[in-house]
T-cell receptor, first 115, second 112 residues
Framework: GAVVSQHPSWVICKSGTSVKIECRSL??????MFWYRQFPKQSLMLMAT?????????EQGVEKDKFLINHASLTLSTLTVTSAHPEDSSFYIC???????????FGEGSWLTVV | DQQVKQNSPSLSVQEGRISILNCDYT??????FLWYKKYPAEGPTFLIS?????DKNEDGRFTVFLNKSAKHLSLHIVPSQPGDSAVYFC???????????FGTGTLLAVQP
């Protein structure tokens, strides 16, 4: 069964609005979660590392004011795409490490379309 | 700078034969490697991993081989099944964080 769950699976929003995507660890605590985005036929690109109780760490080139990450509890991280534009349309995926060796498990992904 | 590379964007294999997916990396700090399977519009599914202290790890039909000196790893699937058709990503991590760096993926098509 799933160990990491994302919601919503897909969302369509108007340009200029904000969208929140949730990532939950199921039955385990995750002090760290990761957010990726994937454009069609491209690799998964790490956007940021979400740290419980502290600020997220963003990868180079990722706008932290645009992609707001909040890791308020040990089982929930949220990604908010602020003032979304069509170029933000993408597949957003979260992940969390679990188990021996900290194998990283992924959520189902969230497809964002900005119109 | 692509630290993890999968040079074959696609691979076609007959059902029952072996599928070999390759992955190269450049960062010598990587010490843990993973393979993921991904269907369109779904999150990646973990398949198998290997630590840098090993050169082989086997799990059912899936075997991963690691050649540290060549900075190369490969995923063998045998026998291949049509349900294995998907995009396969290799990923690497190392150092102080759990950040995963992904390759560009290889689309595997297993023909019945």
């Amino acid at each position: 069964g799933a160990v990491v769950s994302q919601h919503p699976s897909w969302v369509i929003c108007k340009s200029g609005t904000s969208v929140k995507i949730e990532c939950r660890s199921l039955d385990f605590q995750a002090t760290t979660m990761f957010w990726y985005r994937q454009f069609p036929k491209q690799s998964l690109m790490l956007m940021a590392t979400s740290n419980e109780g502290s600020k997220a760490t963003y990868e180079q080139g990722v706008e932290k004011d645009k992609f707001l990450i909040n890791h308020a509890s040990l089982t929930l991280s949220t990604l908010t795409v602020t003032s979304a534009h069509p170029e933000d349309s993408s597949f957003y995926i979260c992940s969390a490490p679990l188990g021996p060796g900290n194998t990283i498990y992924f959520g189902e992904g969230s497809w964002l379309t900005v119109v | 700078d692509q630290q993890v590379k999968q040079n074959s964007p696609s691979l076609s294999v007959q059902e029952g034969r072996i599928s070999i997916l390759n992955c190269d990396y450049t960062n010598s700090m990587f010490d843990y490697f993973l393979w993921y399977k991904k269907y369109p519009a779904e999150g990646p599914t973990f398949l198998i991993s290997i630590s840098s202290i090993k050169d082989k790890n086997e799990d059912g039909r899936f075997t991963v081989f690691l050649n540290k000196s060549a900075k190369h790893l490969s995923l063998h699937i045998v026998p291949s099944q049509p349900g294995d058709s998907a995009v396969y990503f290799c990923a690497a991590t190392g150092g102080a964080t759990n950040k995963l760096i992904f390759g560009t993926g290889t689309l595997l098509a297993v023909q019945p």
